[in-house]
C-alpha cells in the first residue's frame, strides 16, 4: 500500500505545519510506505491529489481542514475522469470544521484518524457536482453547497483570527444578520418535478450532515443514500433569524414554518432579481452568482473510514 499525504501547513490556524512531525513520527511507526507534500498554494492540494491518483497511489490522504479535503476530492475526481479509478480517500482532520470526515465516519482528532487510516476500513459515498458562480465547468465538492446567508455568514467567519470552528460561525452570523443581508427571489427547481419560488434567507444542499463547525443543516443527511437533503429557509426579520439559530445548531428546524426540508438527485437554483453568495464545502464558487445547478454522483468516492 502506497499511501500520498497532502498537508495544508496554514489549516486549523497553523496546526497543520505543526501537525507534520506527529504524523511522520506515528507512520514510521508503523512502517507504513508514504510520500508527504505540504501544499504552496490555493488548488495545490487538488494538483497534488490528482497526479498521485494517476500515478498509481493507493490512497490521497488531506490533512487538513474542509477548504484541503474539497481540493483533494477534485484531484481525485479529476483523475477518474483521465480512467485512474484504484485510489481511495482518507483524511486527517486539522482544520476549523472537519464537517466532511465528521459526517462520512472520520474522526475529528488526529490520532484517532491515524488509527483509522491503519485500520483500512473502506467504504463508498456520494459526490456533489455543481456548475455556476466561479466554476461554469464545474466543481466537486463532498460535504455541501450554500446559498444565500450561511454562504455570508462563512464570508465574515473566516475574518475571525481569535478562534475557530462553531464559535467562528457564531460571530460570523451575529455579524451577517446585521451588517447584511439582500436575500434574493430564488427560483428552485429538484429533479425537473418541484418548483419552489420564494424570497430565500439561504438553500443548504447538503451531501453530509452540518456545515460550519457544528449547524446540523440536514441531520438526516446520509453522504452515500444517493440524495441531497436541502434545507430552504424563507426570509425572516433580524430577530427572527437569531431565535432561529439554536434549531440550526440542535438539528430541529424542520420544526420552523419558514423552513422545508426536501431531498433530491438533481436541483437548479436561479435568481429572479438580485445575486447571491455561494459557497461549496466553505469554499467560495462566488459572490455574486446568478445561477446553480447541482447534480449528485452516487457512489463515486472510496474512503477510508472508522467503523462504529
Not at 91 to 108: E, H, M
Amino acid at each position: 500500500m502506497k499511501y500520498f499525504i497532502i498537508v495544508n501547513p496554514t489549516s486549523g490556524r497553523g496546526l497543520g505545519g505543526k501537525s507534520i512531525h506527529q504524523i511522520e513520527s506515528n507512520l514510521q511507526a508503523g512502517e507504513v510506505n508514504y510520500t508527504l507534500v505540504s501544499t504552496e498554494r490555493i488548488w495545490h492540494a487538488s494538483e497534488l491529489a490528482e497526479k498521485a491518483a494517476c500515478e498509481g497511489y493507493d490512497v490521497v490522504v488531506c490533512a487538513g481542514g474542509d477548504g484541503t479535503v474539497n481540493e483533494g476530492i477534485n484531484g481525485i475526481m479529476q483523475a477518474r475522469k483521465k480512467g485512474f479509478t484504484k485510489t481511495a480517500f482518507a483524511v486527517l482532520s486539522i482544520g476549523t470544521g472537519n464537517d466532511f470526515a465528521s459526517g462520512v465516519g472520520i474522526p475529528t482528532d488526529l490520532n484517532n484518524c491515524l488509527k483509522t487510516l491503519k485500520e483500512n476500513k473502506r467504504k463508498r459515498v456520494d459526490v456533489g457536482f455543481v456548475k455556476g458562480g466561479d466554476y461554469p465547468a464545474g466543481r466537486y465538492f463532498g460535504n455541501g453547497i450554500g446559498v444565500g446567508f450561511d454562504a455570508a455568514v462563512g464570508h465574515e467567519a473566516i475574518k475571525v483570527r481569535w478562534t475557530r470552528g462553531l464559535p467562528a460561525y457564531l460571530i460570523g452570523v451575529v455579524k451577517t444578520v446585521f451588517l447584511y443581508y439582500n436575500p434574493a427571489q430564488i427560483e428552485i427547481i429538484l429533479d425537473g418535478t418541484e418548483t419552489i419560488q420564494q424570497t430565500s434567507l439561504m438553500i443548504s444542499v447538503m451531501n453530509g450532515q452540518r456545515m460550519g463547525g457544528g449547524f446540523k443543516l440536514a441531520p438526516e443527511g446520509l453522504p452515500n443514500d444517493g440524495l441531497f437533503d436541502l434545507c430552504i429557509a424563507k426570509t425572516a426579520s433580524k430577530f427572527r433569524i437569531l431565535t432561529m439559530l439554536p434549531h440550526f445548531i440542535l438539528g430541529t428546524q424542520k420544526k420552523i414554518p419558514e423552513i422545508q426540508m426536501k431531498r433530491a438527485k438533481n436541483i437548479s437554483i436561479k435568481s429572479l432579481d438580485v445575486t447571491f453568495p455561494a459557497h461549496a464545502d466553505g469554499e467560495f464558487i462566488g459572490l455574486n452568482a446568478s445561477h446553480l445547478t447541482v447534480d449528485l454522483l452516487p457512489a463515486e468516492l472510496e474512503i477510508i473510514y472508522a467503523e462504529k
